[in-house]
């Protein structure tokens, strides 16, 4: 069952915060939008962001959207000094969740031996 009762917040950052984007094009993110392969859990962005979150080197993260590559996500580091200067704002629009999130999955298949 989706949450009911939520609602939209927009997060006004002061414009003179810290942004952090990575190089794609630097040969150390190479595979950095690999599918995580069993046995190897840590992709090369999930070492990045874990790096720039734990070094809070800027509040801000700028990362390709997996569904639409040239749009960007920002991620906040809510460990950065500048997290408190964040302004929030609460939004009169309910969020609307697509129900497939929230189905049970069905049950595995074993594989034929």
């Given at each position: 069952?989706?949450?009911?009762?939520?609602?939209?917040?927009?997060?006004?950052?002061?414009?003179?915060?810290?942004?952090?984007?990575?190089?794609?094009?630097?040969?150390?993110?190479?595979?950095?939008?690999?599918?995580?392969?069993?046995?190897?859990?840590?992709?090369?962005?999930?070492?990045?962001?874990?790096?720039?979150?734990?070094?809070?080197?800027?509040?801000?993260?700028?990362?390709?959207?997996?569904?639409?590559?040239?749009?960007?996500?920002?991620?906040i580091n809510p460990n950065h000094p500048d997290f408190s200067r964040?302004?929030w704002e609460p939004l009169a629009k309910p969020v609307t969740w697509?129900?497939r999130l929230f189905r049970t999955p069905p049950p595995a298949v074993?594989?034929?031996?």
């Amino acid at each position: 069952m989706p949450p009911t009762n939520q609602y939209f917040v927009r997060g006004v950052i002061p414009p003179d915060c810290t942004y952090e984007r990575p190089d794609l094009n630097d040969p150390a993110m190479a595979g950095w939008d690999a599918q995580i392969i069993a046995g190897m859990p840590w992709t090369v962005s999930q070492r990045y962001g874990e790096d720039w979150f734990l070094n809070t080197r800027a509040l801000c993260l700028m990362v390709p959207s997996v569904v639409a590559r040239e749009d960007l996500c920002f991620v906040i580091n809510p460990n950065h000094p500048d997290f408190s200067r964040i302004i929030w704002e609460p939004l009169a629009k309910p969020v609307t969740w697509d129900r497939r999130l929230f189905r049970t999955p069905p049950p595995a298949v074993p594989a034929s031996p």
